[in-house]
């Protein structure tokens, strides 16, 4: 019941199926070896959701990191794949930490402060995230 | 909004929730719960997926069960074993794969699981994994980020570097296929090739000259940029591996029961016929030593010096049951046996002075289940 829609979140952040599937999969084996200091009182969901999303942030800051560090290399430098969905192409132009925050409200349905709760963030940060993630959307998506 | 976060398509998502159940519930079966907190209450979703997992794991392992593999691992295994990877007892990196896919050890024991891969192969600096998985091969870092991907129709197996970096070979179904090490140029060089991974000669100029062997038990030597065929020879077995000497002097063919040589132009050298089957072998780098398994009710790792033919071989190891892969540290220090009937690693010292170092549970450290991880390969000191 959890798997499709953080498998969906995970790759809306990161915008690559092979990553995205890692993601999701290491964060359901993260929270099964993590089940000892869960607090069994608060919701499953949120508890996993967040492993999901910090380690996708990750994935995509590694990945930058990486391609500005390559001087030489035998490997062509990462390619997104062709985007023809044009939900998925506006939200490859946010930044990864804006395609988060839209994820965690817009799919799985949290709150600005639940968010900030989620992320560890101030919840003004959440809310400026929000609302600028979603005016370049809405200039981007077909009305 | 949330109707156009749903609508976007996710590839490969039922694919991947498939994949996905096996490798977590395995992880689950294998968790070791501690004591549980007061006033606790399970919800609902791990309630349902601890029964579930609990009872197959009842299923399993019977008390009478337990006393079996107890006595058996009284014959079987070594008893000084660690119970868990701590550290690599020389330089380089491991790579492994399980049934949850293909991991990094690195020289503390540390591991990184890279994706749900299948089959993998370090690049020549060990900066990047060739990794295939059903119909898709990619490339990936250390880290698990893909750099490129590419798919085909068949199935897609056993890739191999070149020395330089600059060639992937590998297989298609029946097929030998070329790719370039950036992914582009991918083409088809030959048909009805055996299941065999195919071997680059290694070399210090960029040439790029692959040994394979056809379905019909042909050793081929080809310089693949102008395709041009360099040998061809008939094998008097079929081959389950092609290798190469460090040096790129001694191409050999193991079969079951013998192992054939040849020079580095494809030129016979010799063969040692072995009285029981061979499973898998091994170059010592540096050198012309060979490392093989010999299995049939035990399993002996024994050594034969390609050079001197005729000479007995040395053995370094030998266990009950069967061992299913091994590999050499990149220094030549140690040898790796995976020991599957015993679930343990061994970290087998080839001169004296040191003490075998084993490593117990290894399914479980590599959430493999009943599949035992597979050595691919010990790379690099850097």
Redesign the interface.
Known sequence: ????KL??AA??VVH???????I???S??AA??R??T????R??GPWLHRIAVNRAID?LR??RL?AEAELED??????L?DVS?D??AALADLAPEHRAV??LR??L?YTPGEIAELLDLPRGTVNSRLRRG?DT?RER?PS | MRRELERIEVPGEEAAEGRAWEVVSRAFAEHRPGPAPRRSRLRPVVVALAAALVALALVAVSLAGSRIVHSVREAVGLKTAAPALTRLPTGGRLLVTSAAGTWIVQPDGSKRLLGSYRQAAWSPHGLFVAVARGHELAAVDPHGTVRWSLARSGGIRVPRWAPDGYRIAYLDGSSLRIVAGDGTGDRSFAANVARVAPAWRPSTAHEHVLAFASASRELELYAVDGSTLLARRHLPAAPVQLLWSSDGKRLVALSAHAISMFDRDGRPSGSIHIGRRAATAAFEPHSHRLAVILGGGRSDVVVFDVDRNGRPPREIFGGTGSFSGLAWSPDARWVLIAWPTANQWLFVPTAGGRRIAAVSGISAQFVSGPIFPALDDWCCTS
């Open positions: 019941m959890h798997w499709p498998h969906r790759y809306l690559d199926a092979a990553a995205a599937e890692d999701a999969q290491e359901f084996v099964v070896r089940l000892d869960f607090d069994r009182e919701p499953f994935s590694v990945r990486r035998a490997v062509a430098p990462l390619r794949p969905d939900a998925l839209i994820v817009h799919l349905g979603l959307l998506l």
